[in-house]
C-alpha cells in the first residue's frame, strides 16, 4: 500500500513539475495581454489629451478686464482679437512637420510586413503542441495505473484513488481544451502569415510599379523639357537671322539711297563713268574674241600645211551663236551638194564620236550641247569619205544665255523685221516680214505666205523642253 502511495505522488510531482511551466506560461500570456490593453488604453488616453492641447485655442492667454457699471453690471470691453504670436506659428509648423515625418512610406509598411511575415512564421513553426500530445499520453498512461489501483485497494486508499482519477480526468479535459485553442492558434497564425506575405507581395508589385511610373514620367518630363530646348533654340536662331537679314536689308537700302543721293549731286560723273566702263567691257569683248580667232586661224593654217589635199575647210566662227559653213579649198573639189554629210561633237579627253540627229547640210549652228566639245564633218563622196574638223571646242557665246532665255520667256512671240541679206547676198528691201519664234521651230512669214521655217534639233527641243519644265515648277 505505502508502495503505491509513493508510485501515485511521484506520477503527481511529475505531472505537476511538467505542466506547471506550461500553465505559468499562460498566465503570462493572459497577463501580458492584459498589460498590453491596460497600455494601449493609456497610450489612447494620452493621445487623446494631446490631441485636445494641441487643438484648443484660446482667444486670450490672460483673464478678460471687466468692468463694473451701474446697478453691478458686469461690461467685458471690445477688443480686437489679437493675431497669433511668432512662437505660436513656429510650434504649430513643428508639430506639422513631426506629424509629417511619423507618416509611414510604403517602404516602411513593406518592412513592417516583412517582419510580421518573419514573427507569424516562428509561431507557427513553434514545437509546443508536441509537447500537448506527449502530456496527454502521459495522463492516458497515468489513468490505466490507477485504475489498476482502484480495483485492488479498499477502503479509505480506494476513495483517495478514485478522487486522484477524477482530478486526471480533469486534467485531461483541461489538456484537450488547451491544445484544441493551441491548434486553432496556429491555423490563425497560418493564416495571418499568409495574409502577411500577400500583403508584403502587393507591397512590393505596388512599389515597383510606382517607381516604373514615376520613372516613365520622368523621361517624359525629360523629353518634353529637351523639345522645349529644342525649340527654343530654334526660335533663338530664327530670329537671329531675321534680324540679320532685315539688318542686311536696311543696310543695302542705305547704300542705294547713298548711291541715289550722290547721283543726285554728280550724276554727268556717274553716266560719264559707266559709259566708260561699258565701253572698256566692250573692248576687252572684241579684243579677246580677236585673239582667240587669231589663235584658230593660226591654227587652221597650220593643219591646212599640214593637209595640203584636203578638199574642203570649215569657215566661221566656232562659238555659240555663230555658223560653220563647209567649202572647197580648191575649184576642183566636187559640188558639196552632191555629197552626203554629217555631222559629230566629241570630247576633248575622248575619241568617241556622239552623233547629231539632223545636221545633214553643209551649213551648221552650234548648239549648247556642243559648247566645250570638237565639232566635226564627215563628207562622203562615193567610196571616199573626207573629215573636216574646227580647230578646238566650241566657246560659249556672251549674253547669248541670256537672249536665249528672253525669247524662251516670250514664248511664240512675233517680231517684225526687215531682211537685210539672203544666202549670202544682200537684200534690197524695205518691205517688213515676220519672225515667229516658239518652242519647236522659227518661221519667217509675209502676211499670211511663210517664207522659211526650220525646227529646232531634238537635242534643243529637249533643253527648251527642260527650261520649259523648270519655269513651270517654279511658278507653282
Given amino acids: 500500500m505505502t508502495q503505491y502511495c509513493f508510485l501515485l505522488l511521484l506520477f503527481l510531482s511529475f505531472f505537476l513539475s511538467f505542466f506547471l511551466p506550461f500553465s505559468l506560461m499562460m498566465a503570462k500570456k493572459v497577463l501580458g495581454a492584459g498589460e498590453m490593453m491596460l497600455d494601449f488604453r493609456e497610450k489612447m488616453q494620452n493621445e487623446a489629451v494631446r490631441f485636445v492641447t494641441y487643438n484648443v485655442n484660446f482667444a486670450s492667454s490672460k483673464f478678460s478686464n471687466y468692468k463694473i457699471r451701474a446697478n453691478n453690471i458686469l461690461v467685458e470691453p471690445n477688443k480686437a482679437p489679437e493675431a497669433p504670436s511668432l512662437k505660436e506659428i513656429v510650434a504649430k509648423e513643428t508639430a506639422e512637420l513631426l506629424e509629417r515625418r511619423q507618416r509611414l512610406s510604403v517602404r516602411d509598411l513593406a518592412k513592417k510586413f516583412e517582419k510580421g511575415l518573419n514573427t507569424a512564421t516562428k509561431l507557427s513553426n513553434e514545437a509546443k503542441w508536441r509537447e500537448v500530445t506527449n502530456g496527454g499520453v502521459l495522463l492516458k498512461k497515468l489513468m490505466v495505473v490507477l485504475e489498476s489501483l482502484k480495483g485492488r485497494m479498499v477502503g479509505q486508499n480506494k476513495d483517495e484513488v478514485e478522487e486522484a482519477i477524477s482530478m486526471v480526468e480533469i486534467l485531461v479535459d483541461q489538456l484537450a481544451e488547451s491544445e484544441g485553442e493551441l491548434l486553432q492558434e496556429k491555423s490563425e497564425v497560418k493564416k495571418l502569415a499568409i495574409l502577411l506575405k500577400k500583403a508584403s507581395e502587393d507591397a512590393k508589385k505596388l512599389v515597383e510599379e510606382e517607381r516604373a511610373c514615376a520613372h516613365a514620367k520622368i523621361e517624359s518630363a525629360r523629353a518634353a523639357v529637351q523639345r ?8 533663338e536662331k530664327l530670329s537671329r537671322s531675321k534680324e540679320k537679314q532685315k539688318d542686311f536689308q536696311e543696310l543695302m537700302s542705305e547704300v542705294q539711297e547713298a548711291r541715289r543721293i550722290k547721283m543726285l549731286h554728280q550724276p554727268s560723273r556717274v553716266m560719264d563713268m559707266e559709259h566708260e566702263l561699258q565701253a572698256l567691257r566692250i573692248q576687252y569683248a572684241e579684243k579677246s574674241m580677236s585673239s582667240v580667232q587669231l589663235g584658230k586661224e593660226l591654227e587652221r593654217s597650220r593643219t591646212l600645211k599640214e593637209n595640203k589635199n584636203q578638199l574642203y575647210e570649215l569657215e566661221g566662227l566656232e562659238s555659240l551663236g555663230s555658223s560653220l559653213h563647209i567649202i572647197p579649198r580648191e575649184d576642183t573639189a566636187p559640188d558639196i ?34 559648247v566645250g566639245r570638237f565639232v566635226l564633218a564627215e563628207i562622203v563622196m562615193g567610196a571616199e569619205s573626207i573629215t ?3 580647230t578646238g571646242p566650241i566657246d ?66 529637249d533643253v527648251i523642253y527642260l527650261r520649259f519644265k523648270f519655269e513651270i515648277i517654279g511658278r507653282n
Fill in 337 to 370: 551638194s552632191t555629197c552626203s554629210i554629217q555631222w559629230y561633237r566629241i570630247q576633248p579627253e575622248g575619241n568617241k564620236k556622239e552623233l547629231i540627229p539632223g545636221a545633214t547640210k553643209s551649213v551648221y549652228a552650234p548648239e549648247p550641247f556642243d
Fill in 228 to 235: 522645349v530646348l529644342q525649340a527654343f533654340h530654334e526660335h
Fill in 388 to 390: 573636216v574638223a574646227t
Fill in 396 to 461: 560659249p557665246a556672251a549674253g547669248l544665255g541670256s537672249y536665249v532665255e528672253a525669247l524662251l520667256r516670250k514664248h511664240e512671240t512675233e517680231f517684225k523685221v526687215v531682211v537685210v541679206r539672203m544666202n549670202g547676198e544682200n537684200h534690197v528691201s524695205n518691205s517688213i516680214h515676220v519672225f515667229h519664234v516658239g518652242r519647236l521651230s522659227i518661221k519667217l512669214s509675209r502676211e499670211k505666205t511663210i517664207l522659211a521655217r526650220e525646227f529646232y534639233s531634238t537635242s534643243m527641243q
